[in-house]
Nanobody
Framework: VQLQASGGGVAQPGGSLRLSCTAR????????IGWYRQAPGQQRELVAL???????EYKESVKGRFTISRGDNRNTVNLQMNSLKGEDTAVYYC???????????????WGQGTQVTVSS
């Protein structure tokens, strides 16, 4: 299983960026997929998550600015980030909790991370 992320980059304050992540491999089911981020010297934190029932969860500070949605298939998620702020600067990691049949349990998987920098 591999989580392939794209997007990110540099934006000015108030600008927008879009991240996408696709889970690839022999995947039977995904219970949750989304994004975490980690700023320098900070712990990794949840940004946005979408669950198998399509419920969503957001970090409080991104509510109203970020939107997580499914892509063309249920193994792909997009994160539209609007009204970006300097404090959104971080490495963003795609995350998925999924069942791939390698064991009897769901397991957590992480993408490599993509840099998002918000700066004027």
């Amino acid at each position: 299983v591999q989580l392939q992320a794209s997007g990110g980059g540099v934006a000015q304050p108030g600008g927008s960026l879009r991240l996408s992540c696709t889970a690839r491999g022999s995947i039977s089911s995904i219970s949750a997929i989304g994004w975490y981020r980690q700023a320098p010297g900070q712990q990794r934190e949840l940004v946005a998550l979408i669950r198998s029932g399509d419920s969503t969860e957001y970090k409080e500070s991104v509510k109203g600015r970020f939107t997580i949605s499914r892509g063309d298939n249920r193994n792909t998620v997009n994160l539209q980030m609007n009204s970006l702020k300097g404090e959104d600067t971080a490495v963003y990691y795609c995350y998925a909790d999924l069942f791939d049949g390698s064991s009897q349990y769901y397991s957590e998987h992480w993408g490599q991370g993509t840099q998002v920098t918000v700066s004027s």
